[in-house]
């Protein structure tokens, strides 16, 4: 039941087709051509470009009369499109048709090459009637230029004293966008539009707040459980809506904060983390398209094992439903994993965790690949790259915190895992390291960080760590093929953090990139904007507001040795753009630094920067990895990596 539509690819990035057909609006006016199309009578379809199974996948096409399918490439003679097999266009000259559904956008001189060829009774009709209005696009010229389609989605709830707040900013303004605006479309968990409006955005990199609470009043809605679909117009630079997803309650002990989706459907997901005893996941499933999800079209299974459980309720379009992993895995248990066998119906999903004290943590799966292969190279080339591939992630103050790292295969293709942990302190020494060895695909291993720390690991010391106030470091995932194995680039990890002062727990997950060296391999290190190496850093933070403060840990990662301290800036920022403060940093080369916004910025420099302010973490000389935090001492605490642009 996987869709067959193309979403993303590794060499050409996110596909625009199956946003244009797919859009919220779109389906609305694919509605009325279908119905158009129904009462025509019988049906050729022109189909120049590929694009027809795309709309037949994504809309019910069932109910029109197709007489026959044509192509222009004679590659694709004989191919089915959409029922019928493809016959050569110069066919139409003969064909017993009423009307020719051309499946293509900017389709005037398509239509203008076949005219002659078109039985004179027949009605045309092509795609540009899903079209958006020209005032929505960024490039009038070419409909389906990626930049027309920066959307994304996000989880959105406001229920049973639970709220959620998107916050991003006008990052397109750096790319010398103007006028750019953000259309916002609220659906209910059964698909149903709830309210729509667009904020035009000021000409800087302006903050947005998208709260929750805020859309219930403006609105009058009731309760909600569903998501944002957000659009931004008159984009330059980025094709992707990125944003820090917050959840916050009534009870002050509710806060939660994850990443942004990635708008493009995958057909796996995983590092989703079986429940600890006592405890319940929820998976969110929200369907990104305009059709159902069918019954059994979703399914899950532990991470190495092929038995499959399925769904037995449908999702309707546009729709959101919880599904408890328990009731299709009832015997999994933490630390094993589970692979989400998603058939491109959803962007990458949120899970939420109920523990057993109670408290709800949310966080988000990330896409398995089913593109890549064991690359033979990455294990020849570590005498030039050192490190190579290396995933960081904190390791929080070991007297408040308990820190875990639990590697995760993330591609079909990965059937072993030759894996180690290097644990730095915050000024880039190494105090420990633990090889896992050569971890199978159905292997589970989760490392208790502070227990390695406490215990040492391979000889090293770590004399003074564990005594120490504050003391608090990173790990780094690496490769490690002292006992074997194959490696693609594409290793993952989920690392959970336990605050023994509050009760709270957070989950965070990423993949590992290459940093800071100027040897380029594969597209790495990557780089947000132009060719690799990636070099700089330009990371958004967004604050909380009082009385919930601000946690960001920056890790200066190098995969071979790089300028032996950062220069970096924490640029103090305004809701309409303006600079307020600047604060200098200094990282040793594979250390870190963990900051509080309250303690880096005084309080006249806060009361300046007012309500939806953020930091921007600038650096010119390195690229760092940041991760960001809320924590209201005591009774609330989350973590989840930032984003760039």
Known sequence: MTLKIETFDAQRGGHSLFKAVGHPQAARAMSELIGRLSSAG????????????????????????????????????????????????????????????????????????????????????????????????????????????????????????????????????????????????????DGRLLAEWTDALPDAAASITIDSAAVRRRFGLGPFTGQLFLHATGVAGHDVVKYALDTYGDDPRVLSCSHDANDWPA????????????????????????????????????????????TTAAVAPYGTAALDVASLLPAARWPQQIEIRAGK?????????????????????????????????????????????????????????RSLALPTPMATGQDDLPVAALVYDCDGRERARHPFGLLLR????????????????????????????????????????????????????????????????ADTSFGAHMFNTVLTYRNEPQSYSGRAPGLSTRIFLRLGAHPVDTLCHLIYPASTPWHAHSSTELVLTRADGTAVATRQLAIPCGGSRLWRYSETFDTTERSTAGADAYVLVRDGTCRLFGYHGLIRDGEAFCLDHMFGF
Not at 272 to 297: K, S
Request: aromatic content about 10%.
């Open 42 to 189: 019988r049906i050729g379809v022109y189909d120049p470009f590929g694009y027809a199974e795309t709309v037949g996948q994504l809309h019910d096409l069932r109910g029109l009369a197709i007489a026959g399918s044509y192509v222009q490439d004679l590659g694709d003679l004989g191919k089915s499109v959409l029922g019928r097999p493809a016959q050569p266009v110069t066919d139409l000259r003969t064909a017993e048709i009423d009307a020719l559904f051309v499946t293509a956008f900017d389709a005037e001189r398509v239509v203008a090459q076949i005219r002659h060829l078109v039985p004179a009774r027949a009605t045309l009709f092509t795609l540009d009637a899903i079209r958006l209005p020209a005032e929505r696009l960024s490039n009038a010229r070419h409909y389906l230029d990626p930049l027309n389609f920066a959307t994304n989605l996000a989880f959105f709830r406001d229920a049973d004293g639970h709220h959620t707040r998107v916050v991003t900013a006008n990052y397109w303004s750096g790319y010398g966008a103007r006028g750019v605006k953000l259309w916002q479309m609220l659906f209910d968990a």
């Open 267 to 310: 057909d796996f997901y995983a590092g989703l983390p079986a429940p600890a005893e006592g405890e319940r996941v929820i998976l969110w499933l929200q369907n990104h398209h305009p059709c159902p999800i069918p019954a059994g079209a979703i399914g899950l299974n532990l991470m190495g094992d092929g038995a499959i459980a399925s």
């Open 345 to 401: 119906h959803l962007v990458r999903p949120r899970y939420e965790v109920v523990q057993a004290s109670g408290r709800l943590l949310i966080a988000h799966a990330n896409v398995e690949r089913v593109d890549l292969k064991p690359d033979p190279r990455i294990p020849e080339i570590a005498n030039l790259m050192g490190k190579g591939y290396l995933l960081p992630a904190p390791i929080l103050p070991i007297k408040r915190w």
């Open 442 to 505: 159905q292997d589970s291993v989760a490392l208790d960080l502070n227990g390695l720390l406490q215990h040492g690991g391979a000889d090293l010391p770590v004399d003074g760590w564990a005594a120490e106030d504050g003391g608090y470091g990173h790990v780094e995932l690496v490769y490690d093929f002292a006992e074997g194995g194959s490696a693609d680039g594409w290793l993952h990890g989920l690392f959970r953090y336990h605050d023994r002062k509050s009760g709270q727990r």
